[in-house]
């Protein structure tokens, strides 16, 4: 099983530098779809990066799947916000990069098949194997991006803010697209999602947690039950879920009216 454990975790980035993150637990079960919600500057990329083994932490512990996180592993894919795809290389050829080095073994015609499998899963044409990233749309190189996340089948997904550059409606489709995406597998996936939108958390996630600022800790969390997760449709109209939305931004905002205020250390 592919717990995910994180053990009073405080990170600065520098020795003697203010704390980012401070005292942060999670107790994640394999399959959890988590959103990080919180203000710009909170540590929600930074507490990403922890997780993805990209910096080392200052104290505490990180655990996925048993073993300790140390330095990056093809166990965890990562998605950003911008795209992170090599613009001198095709959206296919940037799938094989990371599919080669996940399955060395096996050739290039088959690893060319998963690739253009995993464009059709993302709903891309199998022509967008062939163009560079800066021929296509924002919203198809982040499916380009999720087909090479996928692609690599990692059990641990960390996201971070993977649809705060695209408009409205491209940001809803994608974000069907990685639910359908995570639903349908067995086991699941454990999804780690950065974001700054209530709504966009609601709709995905089985867990919350909101971080407060300076530094960063959790300041409230909740679980979302399958049966319980809104729908686009529905998101608006069941009151108990928008309770937990109007808790959601009072604590998001509470946490900022301290900061305007000056009562929160920096
Ligand atoms: N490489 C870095 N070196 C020093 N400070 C950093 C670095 N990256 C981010 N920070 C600081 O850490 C804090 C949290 O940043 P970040 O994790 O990016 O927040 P968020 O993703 O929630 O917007 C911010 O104050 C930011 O300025
Ligand atoms: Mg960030």
Redesign the pocket.
Known sequence: MYQTSIKNVSFA??PG?RL??KDINMEVAEGEFVSIL????????????LLAGL?TLTSGEIQIGGKPVSGASLDRGIVFQDYGLFPWMTAGENILLALRQRFPKRDKKELRGIALRMLDAVGLEPSVYQKLPKELSGGMKQRCAIARAFGIDPPVLLM??PFGALDAVTRAKLQDLVLELWSRQEPKKTVFF?T?DVDEALLLSSRIFV?G??P?SVIFQCSLPADRRPTRDTQFEDPELLQLRNTLIRSINQDVAARIAGRSEQ
């Open positions: 980035y520098a530098d980012i993150l919180g203000q710009s500057g909170c540590g929600k990329s930074t507490l990403l990066r910096e971070d803010e950065v700054h971080l600022q300076s960063g």
